[in-house]
Structure formats: C-alpha cells, structure tokens
C-alpha cells in the first residue's frame, strides 16, 4: 500500500469551500480583468458584467467538485473600496454580501489539477455541499469566434503537454490585495506539492504570465499565436512552460 505524505502545510491559506463560490466569481472578474486572454475573449464585459461573475462561479464550481483539482484560496482583511481598485465592472448587486470593513475574506485563488494516475486524487474536495444555486449563464459578455478558437488551442496544448504532470490551471488575486505576498504564497504552495510528489508541473500562460512563471523556475516549452480570424486578427500569445523537478528537489 502506498502511504502518501501529508501535504505542505496550507498556513494562512485554505481549500476553497461552496460558500466560497459567490465571493471567488467577483475575485476572478476583478483579477482576470487584467489578463489578454479576458481582454481578447470578453469584450463586451462592461455591457453585462453580470454574465461575466456568473461565467467564474460557475467555473469554480466545476473545479471545487472536480476530484483531480486542487482550488486554494488566500484570506485577508476586508476593504469596502476594493471595487475602485479594479478596472472590471463590479455590480453592487452581485449576488455577494459583503462582510464588515476589516474581517476576513478571500482575495485570491490558485487551482492545479493533479497528474493522472496521482495517489491525491479526490483527497481535496470539501465535504460541505451547500453550492448556490446559480442560473444560466448567458454568454452575453463574450465573443463566440474567439471563445471557440480558443478552446480549440488550448485542447490541443492540453492534449500535447498535459498528459505526465501537474498542472497550474490558474492563479488570482483581487487587484485591491495585490503587492502582499497573497499570489507567491499560493503559487508557492503548488511547487511544494509537486516537488514533495516528484511530479513536473505545466502551465498554459499569457505573456505577462510567463513572465512571473519564468522568474519561478518554468522553463518555456512552446508558444502559440491565437487570433481572432476574419472577424478580427488581433490575438495574443499563449505559452507552455514546465517546471521540472530534479532528484533531491
């Protein structure tokens, strides 16, 4: 039988839990906001900031119950003008209450989903099933050429590179919080579960990203462009990088 070791310790973060899911879809829009892949495939965001919080609480949902993810949010002190400090569109009736200036609150999250064959499968999900009952999602913030062309990249990326280690999904932190150390941290936690494991870890990246991946030991695989098509050739880049884990690592 294998006995896996306990995972790094989580410190001031957590795992991501149900009650999460409203207050991770305004953290997401807020901190994806700045992101060429927001940019480019959310374009009419402004006009229906709604569907756009609606899109990422769905997404986190998916993930939370997914038993090969792992989704860890980071917590600190609540700042009612956090809005103001994003260039998102934060409705004030989004469907989350905000707590009292000052208590605790998530402000960011990172999600890696574990190697196949991995011994941690399914030992990450929360054991609370108080999901909210969300509505459809409309699709109205989007641009569907680009949505389309996108996932059709990013499968094959996935297909290519995807299939001998971890993977780094994604990582955000709202942009009130930023510059505290809340995205080291949790990009940090990742690294030691895959060093504690052995196991290499990939990443699909933009190019601010990269960047950030690079300067964390990722190593750049491939790049690809992606543009939008007749409907509109302005694209971005996306990158593969791997972080390889060296024996004694």
């Known amino acids: 039988m294998v006995v896996l070791k306990r995972p790094p310790a989580f410190g001031a973060l957590r795992l991501a839990t149900p009650e999460d899911v409203l207050r991770l879809g305004v953290v997401c829009t807020a901190a994806f ?46 700042e009612p003008d956090e809005s103001s400090k994003t260039d998102a569109s934060i409705p004030v009736d989004n469907g989350w209450t905000p707590p009292e200036k000052g208590q605790e609150v998530v402000v960011g999250i990172a999600v890696w989903q574990l190697e196949p064959g991995c011994k941690r499968i399914g030992h990450f999900q929360p054991s609370s099933k108080d999901y909210p009952d969300l509505p459809e999602y409309l699709h ?10 996108l996932h059709g990249v990013y499968e094959e990326l996935e297909h290519e590179y995807f299939h001998h280690a971890s993977a780094m999904e994604r990582t955000a932190v709202h942009p009130a919080y930023w510059r505290r150390g809340h995205g080291s941290t949790l990009a940090k936690w990742g690294l030691d579960l895959t060093k504690m494991d052995h196991v ?19 190593k750049p695989l491939t790049e690809r462009e992606i543009n939008g098509g007749e409907e509109d050739p302005t694209g971005y880049t996306i990158a593969v990088l791997e972080y390889f884990v060296e024996d004694g690592d």
């Open 140 to 149: 109205r913030d989007e641009n569907p050429t680009r949505v389309k062309i």
């Open 33 to 78: 906001r700045y992101s060429e892949q927001f940019i480019w495939e959310r374009p009419y965001h402004a006009h229906y900031p709604q569907d756009t919080i609606l899109f990422f609480r769905r997404e986190v949902t998916t993930l939370i119950k997914d038993p090969r993810m792992v989704v860890v949010v980071a917590v600190d002190s609540y």
């Open 200 to 218: 290499n870890q990939v990443v699909l990246a933009t190019s601010m990203g990269a960047d950030l991946f690079k300067y964390m030991g990722f």
